[in-house]
């Protein structure tokens, strides 16, 4: 397998997956931030994005100039087939190992303390 | 998002980010951060969404995102750090040059005044230096420390450099981590006996660790036992040449006057800067030897007197000085019970000696208070030549306003315009640096010859420490002397200039410039006036009537002549007049002084004495007020005494016949009082006149005062030289003229003089340049002004006042200021120093307040007069 992904990474590719033609810096943030409860920084996720696009597993171009962010452009990502695979090739390892971890990972809800 | 055309985001950490990585690349980034911000500001406070602003763009700053563009930006369009600055750097210097050689008048104004400014700064820099590097040498420079005392008797607290002797002991025994100890008695004075006469040297008691604690380099002898034993002799090699010639010297005896035979255990090599000061160590063991032989005492074992002794410990490197102090101030509490004020122990480090002024130093004192009151006047002097330079170039800020609007409309920026006139202000700097440089060096042997031991204390050689603090010294003058302009510079406005409206420089830096003019003006004034003052006040001096005849009176040393040999074969001469002797010079610093009681009970007072023969009194042309001169009968002790006036008032007897006769109890004997003499000086000018007798006793005569008649003195004193060898064939014949004897004592006055002149020098010669360049600036300006007014009809002279009245004010208002500051300052301040002293009169200010507007009237005069005989057609003609 080409290129070992994160946990973080993974998180941010999916939901640029998610977010589709509206995945830029500031929605992802977003998203992640919503569904995690976590506070991530501009800078960090940046980082992640950079490296993604290091490893060939995201693409991205410069969009039109908006009026919020002071007549600067917005740059928008999308995933590569590259990327896709990956994401394919992590989630077939999750679910051949939760196969067979079943039993162990039962929670018991039953019986009040 | 109703509210975000007010509240933005703070500036600074994007200018931060721009100035890491480049805007255009980090623009989607920098659009992320400001959108988080205006979605932040709805969600919370202003205050918390710009601090969580601040907080993003840091947290990008610090990314690898920012980093990987950064980097992608710089391989694509090359870094623009090193190189691009490299290139405007080359055209500044180029721009800057140019600048300088077109406005060749203005350059020579700017270089000449700030070398001279300079030049008192690099003295007093390199003074400052040498004050620094003493001691460096020591290799165990960091870990040596000197016990000092303080004493603190109610009144006034001191600090002695010294202690008492038995600190030595109780440090050795009594405390751990110390290395070394070693104790110095500094009184060494030998006189070495050298065929018939002595050679004098001065050294130290020294223990004999002293070679282990200190570095000190030995050429002959072993450094381990050369001051071990008793009556050893460790020389330098200065000293050893001055005793030995072409012979080995160790070993060899030396009989010192007073002491006894001293063997030759050493010879040093000289020494750099040091506070130690000295040419002769002898063990410290040879103290208690003469106190044995000799009978002296030098106070080893005393607690009380903390003159002569010093105590030097080397500590373990790290360990703490404070317990030490402690340690000696708890154990020492017993020995001072009894003493009148109080003594507490400190420490010192060594390295710190040379910049502190203790009483009781032990070699050179370097007055640190004096180095400053030196750096002061340094920039007292340089400053007023960074402000000529400031107002100059603002002054012609219309012609270079032009250049500077088109650098901006091309697309320069203002922290290039700042630059740019910065750069153009260290280059002329640098320049003015190589000049104050050779002026130091040719001035530095006048400063050294002015200071007491001054080439000991300062070597003043251009080192690598002088020269990079030289260099640093030069830069920091040009960026001072350039600041101002190159900030007014850079905040034009380019469209002004370039519209050619003239309003810039508003009122309030006429102003201040008006008043940097009076300043300088002011303070060459008060120079000045210290030159005149200090010149009458030598004048005084030098004419004052000390109440004694000094005209063509020759002080003879007798050494070991026969006094009444000498008294009849000089008597013999036809040229001398009368022969006298005395046991010391009037008017000289070196006079003893003695206690003296009355019969009843009393107090003692302390009293100036001399002893002189019976002759001394018609010699000197002295006055008799009551009573008698010594009789002139064969010496059978002392009986009497001669006395001042000040002596009678000192111990209430009102008229001098109701003295005489009056008995007094000296040195354990009863002397009466013969006779009553009129005051006379018989200290320096400087001090009042105090109690003082006349002695008689004959033992104790050193000089012959031998009177001659005027004529021609060359051949007189060959003639007296030659009757010495008949008297006294093994000594060298030694004589002075009295009056050179008492002038000595004003060698001061000549070079306060000195000082105060060459300071005035420089100060009016800087003053006088800045206001030329003013005055140049103002009469180019108001040319046509003069043109119009000559086709008008205004005369030549009056063209010439128009122009000059303006300055003429501010040199008025200069002089107003400066001659009350002055004379409050020589009068009350200076020369309150001095008892007989010439009051600071209106001649010595009106001759400072002449010469002051005769230079300034020159430097203005020469502008105007000729802007004034311009013919009109010349200036008016391209209108």
């Not at chain 2, 202690?163 to 002991?169: L, N, Q, R, Y």
């Not at chain 2, 101030?329 to 122990?345: K, M």
């Not at chain 2, 002026?439 to 080192?463: K, P, T, Y």
């Not at chain 2, 005069?861 to 802007?867: F, L, N, Y």
Request: net charge negative.
């Amino acid at each position: 397998m080409k290129g070992f992904i994160g946990e973080f990474e993974e998180l941010v590719l999916l939901t640029i997956a998610g977010l589709g033609d509206d995945a830029y810096g500031v929605s992802v943030k977003q998203d992640i931030e919503q569904r995690t409860t976590r506070k991530i920084s501009i800078g960090a996720l940046h980082s992640t994005i950079t490296r993604l696009e290091e490893k060939g597993f995201i693409k991205s171009w410069l969009g039109g100039s908006t009026q919020e962010r002071g007549g600067r452009r917005k740059r928008y990502f999308e995933l590569t087939t590259n990327g896709k695979e990956a994401l394919h090739a992590i989630k077939e390892l999750r679910d051949e190992l939760w196969k067979n971890a079943q039993a162990k990972l039962s929670i018991d809800y039953g019986k009040p303390q | 998002m109703g509210n975000h055309n007010k509240v933005n985001p703070p500036k600074w950490p994007q200018r931060l980010l721009g100035w890491y990585c480049d805007p255009l690349a980090a623009e989607d980034l920098l659009g992320d951060v400001d959108e988080i911000f205006y979605y932040n500001l709805e969600h919370m406070s202003a205050r918390k969404a710009r601090w969580k602003y601040v907080w993003q763009v840091f947290s990008l700053l610090f990314s690898k995102a920012v980093r990987k563009r950064r980097k992608e930006h710089r391989e694509k369009y090359g870094s623009e750090g090193f190189f691009k600055g490299f290139y405007l750097f080359n055209s500044y210097l180029k721009v800057g040059f140019r600048n300088l050689v077109r406005y060749r008048f203005y350059t020579i104004i700017n270089i000449v005044g700030l070398s001279m400014g300079m030049t008192v700064g690099l003295l007093a820099l390199a003074a400052y230096v040498d004050v620094e590097e003493v001691d460096d040498f020591q290799t165990n420079l960091d870990n040596i420390y000197r016990v000092i005392t303080h004493y603190d008797d109610g009144d006034r607290k001191r600090t002695y450099a010294s202690t008492s002797a038995p600190v030595s002991d109780l440090v050795k025994e009594q405390f751990t981590g110390i290395e070394q100890v070693v104790s110095f008695n500094s009184s060494f004075n030998p006189e070495i006996v050298l065929g018939k006469g002595t050679v004098p040297l001065f050294g130290y008691y020294a223990d004999q660790s002293f070679f282990d604690v200190f570095t000190f380099e030995l050429l002959a002898g072993d450094p381990a036992t050369a001051l071990s034993d008793p009556y050893s002799l460790v020389l330098t090699e200065k000293a050893a040449e001055k005793l030995f010639y072409n012979v080995d010297p160790i070993g060899k005896t030396l009989e010192v006057q007073d002491a006894g035979i001293f063997t030759v255990t050493g010879i040093m090599k000289e020494y750099p800067r040091s506070h130690l000061l000295f040419e002769a160590l002898t063990s410290y063991s040879t103290l208690a030897a003469l106190e044995k032989a000799n009978d002296r005492t030098f106070g080893l074992n005393d607690w009380g007197p903390v003159t002569n002794f010093y105590t030097y410990v080397q500590l373990a490197p790290g360990k703490d000085v404070s317990s030490l102090v402690n340690g000696l101030n708890a154990s020492i509490t017993a020995q001072f019970e009894g003493a009148r004020g109080s003594v507490s122990f400190g420490i010192q480090a060594m390295s710190d000696i040379a910049k502190t002024d203790h009483s009781n130093e032990i070699g050179m004192g370097w007055g640190t208070a004096a180095l400053a009151v030196f750096l002061v006047l340094a920039l007292l002097i340089l400053l007023p030549a960074c402000f000529n330079y400031a107002n100059i170039s603002i002054s012609r800020s219309l012609k270079r306003a032009k250049e500077i609007g088109l650098r901006k409309v091309s697309g320069g920026q203002s922290s290039h315009i700042f630059l740019q006139f910065i750069m153009e202000t260290l280059l002329m700097s640098i320049v003015s640096l190589l000049v104050a440089v050779y002026l130091f060096v040719l001035i530095r042997a006048e400063f050294q010859s002015m200071v007491v031991q001054g080439s000991r204390a300062f070597d003043l050689e251009i080192n690598f420490q002088t020269g990079v603090t030289f260099v640093l010294f030069g830069l920091l003058t040009g960026i001072l002397a350039g600041l101002l302009p190159a900030i007014y510079f850079s905040k034009l406005n380019p469209i002004e200039t370039l519209r050619n409206s003239s309003a810039s420089g508003g009122l309030s830096k006429v102003r201040v410039k008006k008043w940097l003019i009076v300043t300088q003006f002011a303070l060459s004034l008060i120079f000045i006036m210290g030159v005149a003052v200090v010149i009458k006040q030598y004048r005084y001096a030098l004419n004052y009537d000390m109440g004694f005849a000094y005209e063509q009176v020759l002080d003879v040393e007798l050494k070991d002549a026969d006094q009444d040999v000498f008294r009849t074969e000089f008597g013999k001469l036809a040229e001398v007049e009368n022969v006298s002797m005395s046991s010391s010079i009037p008017g000289s610093w070196e006079s003893t002084s003695t206690w003296v009681k009355t019969e009843v009970k009393g107090d003692s007072v302390e009293v100036y004495q001399m002893f002189i023969d019976e002759h001394y009194i018609d010699n000197l042309e002295l006055t008799l007020l009551a009573g008698e001169n010594f009789p002139q009968t064969v010496f059978k002790g002392e009986q009497h005494i001669l006395v001042n006036e000040e002596f009678l008032k000192n111990f209430n007897l009102a008229t001098p016949s109701e003295a005489l006769g009056q008995a007094f109890l000296v040195n354990g004997m009863e002397l009466t009082i013969l006779g009553v003499v009129k005051d006379f000086n018989h200290l320096p000018l400087r001090e009042r006149i105090s109690s003082f007798f006349f002695r008689y006793n004959p033992e104790r005569l050193a000089f012959a005062n031998v009177k001659l008649a005027s004529g021609d003195i060359q051949e007189t004193i060959e003639q007296l030289e030659g009757q010495w060898e008949l008297i006294s064939p093994t000594t060298k014949f030694e004589a002075s003229f009295l009056e050179d004897d008492l002038n000595e004592g004003l060698v001061s006055f000549i070079v306060m003089a000195k000082v105060f002149g060459f300071l005035g020098l420089l100060a009016i010669i800087i003053s006088c340049l800045g206001l030329l360049a003013m005055v140049v600036f103002n009469t180019e300006s108001r040319i046509k002004e003069m043109g119009v007014r000559k086709v008008m009809g205004a005369s030549v002279s009056q063209l010439a006042y128009i122009l000059s009245r303006s300055f003429i004010k501010l040199i008025l208002i200069a002089t107003l200021i400066a001659v009350p500051l002055g004379y409050f300052f020589f009068d009350q301040v200076i020369l309150r120093i001095h008892h007989f002293r010439a009051a600071v009169g209106a001649g010595e200010i009106l001759i400072s307040v002449a010469f002051l507007f005769l230079m300034s009237l020159i430097t203005i005069g020469t502008r105007t007069i000729k802007v004034a005989h311009v013919n009109p057609v010349e200036c008016l003609r391209d209108e």
